[in-house]
């Protein structure tokens, strides 16, 4: 059992939660159409650990949101629990961006497949079952009208995230249900991040990079002057 900080960057949504052996002690979140986690980021966690009366060195272990999503996010997630970890002499534990979010839908008898935006129809997701088992792993799919028919002929699906407002208009099938409420969030990463604790499974600090999925490509210079 441990005291967990985690931290969520991978789309516009930079969150901070505080788990205490599997359970929220206190949550933060913002956000920020320009991505502005690299100047939000440190204060969300400061904000966070003194509204809950701990300490840095109290802390047993970071998890970090570990893709797939923004590439700039992801990398300032990482950069800031790394920096966390090596100061504190902390494990760091990696957890699914996903898998975080679909989470908040499990046990309501559905299939449950998690969404964030990629370009035009793109999308990175993932199926899971109603406890969470993976059917689908995580992937870029482009959707068009028979994107998840496999699944979705057998039963309702849930579709969530921040990719999933743009598919709504070509998923059609009576088994598609897109719940547009569920936002990300670091409180979903809490009580993944204590099962991974238990096991001792973490990242090795060095080596370990996010899942971006897809290669970055960088945009047009902005002019200077």
Do not use: W
Not at 20 to 33: C, F, I, K, P, Y
Not at 134 to 153: G, H, K, M
Request: proline share 3%.
């Amino acid at each position: 059992m441990g005291l967990i900080l985690s931290l969520e960057t991978a789309t516009k949504v930079c969150s901070v939660s505080l788990g205490r052996d599997g359970v929220e002690v206190n949550t933060l979140s913002l956000t920020a159409d320009q991505y502005s986690h690299s100047e939000k980021l440190n204060g969300l966690i400061v904000d966070l650990l003194k509204m809950s009366g701990v300490e840095l060195n109290s802390l047993d272990a970071i998890a970090v949101s570990e893709g797939p999503g923004s590439y700039t996010g992801l990398r300032i997630g990482t950069s800031s629990a790394k920096g966390l970890c090596y100061a504190l002499d902390l494990p760091m534990i990696a957890i699914n961006s996903l898998e975080a979010l679909a989470i908040q839908k499990r046990g309501q008898g559905v299939l449950i497949c998690p969404m964030f935006d990629a370009r035009r129809m793109e999308v990175y997701s993932a199926i899971f079952d109603e406890t969470l088992n993976i059917l689908e792993p995580t992937t870029a799919t482009v959707i068009d009208e028979n994107s998840y028919s496999e699944f979705l002929a057998k039963g309702h699906v849930c579709f969530i995230g921040p990719g999933a407002e743009k598919c709504q208009s070509t998923l059609t099938h009576q088994n598609a249900i897109f719940d547009l409420e569920v936002q990300v969030t670091a409180k979903g990463m809490i009580e993944l991040a204590e099962a991974k604790f238990e096991a001792k499974d973490f990242v090795n600090l060095a080596y370990f990079e996010p899942f971006y999925l897809k290669d970055f490509i960088a945009g047009a210079p902005k002019k200077m002057f």
